[in-house]
């Protein structure tokens, strides 16, 4: 599945961004659909997933600012971003159908997704 991100921008400390990952087939039937980030220098971070059950996960760090949700009558899954902090600041990728059970310990493994998006940049200024 080929995957577009957007919505992502310039925002000030404490605001909130949303984004959109267009997919380019049905998401009813991908296992799991995620988002991870990443700055230079270091690392693919885990950012949050959520099952085709609608179950949800969370990197310590986003949770209650964060809200991962998935649409599949339009394909698509956002990512409710609320609360931000420059440290959020990332190029942010989203990911689809994982390899493997459908875990929380597996979704946080970028290797273990089959497809990627192009990212967004997401810019959190102090």
């Known amino acids: 599945v080929q995957l577009q991100a957007f919505g992502g921008g310039l925002v000030q400390a404490g605001g909130s961004l949303r984004l959109s990952c267009a997919a380019s087939k049905s998401t009813f039937n991908i296992n799991a659909i995620g988002w991870f980030r990443q700055t230079p220098g270091k690392e693919r971070e885990f950012v949050a997933s959520?099952?085709?059950?609608?179950?949800?996960n969370y990197t310590d760090s986003v949770k209650g600012r964060f809200t991962i949700s998935r649409d599949n009558a339009k394909n698509t899954i956002h990512l409710q971003m609320d609360s931000l902090k420059p440290e959020d600041t990332a190029v942010y990728y989203c990911v689809a159908g994982l390899y493997g059970p459908t875990s929380a310990d597996n979704a946080r493994n970028a290797n273990n997704f089959a497809s990627w998006g192009q990212g967004t940049q997401v810019t959190v200024s102090s």
């Open positions: 959520i099952s085709s059950g609608g179950m949800t």
